[in-house]
C-alpha cells in the first residue's frame, strides 16, 4: 500500500476584518441545471453565494463542471433552468461589473498580439465602437501588469509567454476590467508556489478592495489557507461554507470519490491524499511549471 503523501500550503490570505459584512453577495447563483446538446445535464440545482470582498475556492475533480457552471453564470451555454444573478442583476444586465479568466487551453496564442493588447481586451466592456484606447485604458492596463509583474513583457508577443506567463497575463486582463466579481478558471494550474502566493496576495489586495472572487482550482491546500469560503462541487454543490468547516474528510471523500483527510497543523491545513494515482495526487495537491 502506498504512504499518503502531504502537501503545505502556507496562508498568502489576511484575516478579514472584524467589521467585514459576510451577508452581501455580490453573485447568487439559484437552482442552475445546465449541460450540452444531448448529453446528460453537467450540473444540476446548483446553489451558491460569493459574499462581496471574499475569495471563494470552487474545487471538484475534473468532470465535475467548475468549467461548465462558469459558462453557465456568464450565458456562454444556455441553462435549461435556474438564474444567476450579480449585484441582484441577471449577469447578463450586470457584465460591466464582472470579468472571467478562461483557462489557457481556451485562448488561440498563435493570435499576433501583444501581452498589452491582450490586457487592454479586458476593458472592452467599456469601450465604446470605433473609439480608441484612453489613456485611462491604458494605465488600467499597465497596472494591471505590473500587479502580476509582466509589465516588462508588455510589448512581447504573447504567443512566446511560458504557460505561467499566460496565466498571469489572463488574471491581468481580468484585473484591468475593474470589475468587482472575478471568475477565475485554474489560475494557478502551471504556477509554482511562490508565484502562486504572489498571485494569493494580489487577489486578496482585490478582496480588501470589495471585489468578490470565485476561484475554481484543483489546489485543496490553497482553498484550504488562502480562501475565505469553500465549494465542494460533483456536478451538485457538495458542500459550502468556511473552508475549515467544509474540507473534512467526509466532504472531500464525497466531492472526489476516494479518501482524502485534512489535518489541522497549527497555521495550515495540510490536505493528505491516500490513493494509488500519483498523476491524481500531483492534480489534487497542485504545483506546476514555474511563473
Known amino acids: 500500500m ?16 472584524p467589521e467585514h459584512a459576510h ?18 445535464p453537467a450540473i444540476e440545482g446548483i446553489n451558491l453565494r460569493v459574499p462581496i470582498g471574499e475569495i471563494v475556492g470552487l474545487i471538484g475533480p475534473n468532470g465535475a463542471g467548475k468549467s461548465t457552471l462558469f459558462k453557465a453564470i456568464l450565458g456562454l451555454i444556455r441553462p435549461t433552468r435556474g438564474e444567476a444573478l ?14 472571467y479568466m478562461p483557462q489557457i ?28 484606447w484612453t489613456r485611462g485604458d ?7 501588469l505590473a500587479r502580476v509583474q509582466l509589465e516588462r513583457f508588455a510589448h512581447r508577443q504573447v504567443g512566446q509567454l511560458s504557460g505561467g506567463q499566460r496565466r ?10 475593474g470589475a468587482r466579481l472575478l471568475l477565475l478558471d485554474e489560475p494557478f494550474a502551471g ?3 511562490a508565484v502562486q502566493h504572489d498571485l494569493i496576495q494580489i487577489l486578496d489586495q482585490l478582496a480588501h478592495e470589495g471585489t468578490a472572487i470565485l476561484v475554481a482550482t484543483h489546489d485543496l491546500s490553497c482553498v484550504a489557507n488562502s480562501c475565505d469560503e469553500a465549494i465542494c462541487l460533483n456536478r451538485r454543490v457538495i458542500a459550502q461554507g468556511p473552508s475549515a468547516d467544509v474540507l473534512t474528510a467526509e466532504v472531500l471523500t464525497e466531492t472526489f470519490q476516494r479518501h482524502l483527510l485534512a489535518v489541522p497543523r497549527q497555521d495550515t491545513l495540510r490536505v493528505v491524499v491516500d490513493g494509488p494515482a500519483e498523476r491524481n495526487e500531483r492534480g489534487l495537491l497542485g504545483g506546476g511549471e514555474g511563473g
Do not use: C, N
Not at 23 to 34: E, K, N, P, S
Not at 106 to 123: H, I, K, N, Q, Y
Not at 168 to 177: G, N, W
Open 2 to 17: 502506498r504512504e499518503p503523501i502531504s502537501a503545505l500550503h502556507v496562508p498568502a490570505r489576511e484575516p478579514l476584518a
Open 105 to 132: 487551453e481556451e485562448v488561440d496564442w498563435a493570435f499576433p498580439v501583444s501581452v498589452l493588447d491582450v490586457v487592454l481586451m479586458g476593458r472592452y466592456g467599456r469601450f465604446r465602437p470605433f473609439a480608441r
Open 138 to 144: 491604458r494605465e488600467a492596463a499597465l497596472d494591471a
Open 191 to 193: 504556477l509554482d508556489a
Open 168 to 177: 498571469r497575463v489572463l488574471m491581468a486582463r481580468a484585473i484591468a476590467r
Open 86 to 99: 450579480a449585484f441582484g442583476r441577471p449577469v447578463a444586465k450586470a457584465r460591466d461589473q464582472v470579468a
Open 23 to 40: 451577508g452581501q453577495f455580490a453573485l447568487v447563483v439559484r437552482d442552475l441545471t445546465a449541460g450540452y446538446d444531448r448529453q446528460p
